[in-house]
């Protein structure tokens, strides 16, 4: 990732303890000339769920809240195929005990240091784009 434009606001926790944005878009830009959009929105009214799509020119995915949803045809008449593969799969501190072994035993790391510094890297310069509001490089630590 080479760049993020991002824009967010407060509007659903103006006038209480939590001071940062509630909603952020953000658009990232791929050294391989990909887009991504990411939004964050911690404001909604709706049960807590990740959505996930990724658009390709030979297959579409869309995770649902029920299931996912694979499209491999434009054509309405072709039906999806449906997934029904477990979300998220893994719980949410699940990895913090492997990140721990590694530390102190020296197992291997599901997620290495350099994916995990990465991915703050990314989320600083998501966050200073919408401070800024205008796209800024992604300075990897």
């Given at each position: 990732m080479t760049e993020v434009a991002a824009y967010g606001n407060n509007i659903s926790s103006r006038g209480t303890q939590f001071n940062y944005?509630?909603?952020?878009?953000?658009?990232l830009k791929f050294e391989s000339g990909m887009t991504g959009k990411i939004s964050v929105n911690?404001?909604?009214?709706?049960p807590h769920f990740h959505n996930l799509s990724v658009y390709g020119t030979e297959a579409t995915f869309?995770?649902?809240s029920e299931h996912g949803f694979l499209y491999e045809s434009r054509d309405p008449a072709v039906e999806p195929k449906k997934i029904f593969?477990?979300?998220p799969g893994v719980h949410k501190g699940d990895f913090i005990y492997n990140f721990v072994d590694s530390i102190l035993n020296g197992s291997r790391e599901e997620i290495s240091q350099e994916e995990i510094f990465n991915s703050m890297s990314v989320c600083?310069?998501?966050?200073e784009a919408a401070d800024r509001g205008r796209p800024v490089p992604v300075e990897y630590i």
């Open positions: 944005n509630d909603l952020v878009v953000c658009i911690f404001g909604c009214v709706c869309i995770n649902g593969e477990t979300y600083f310069a998501i966050e």
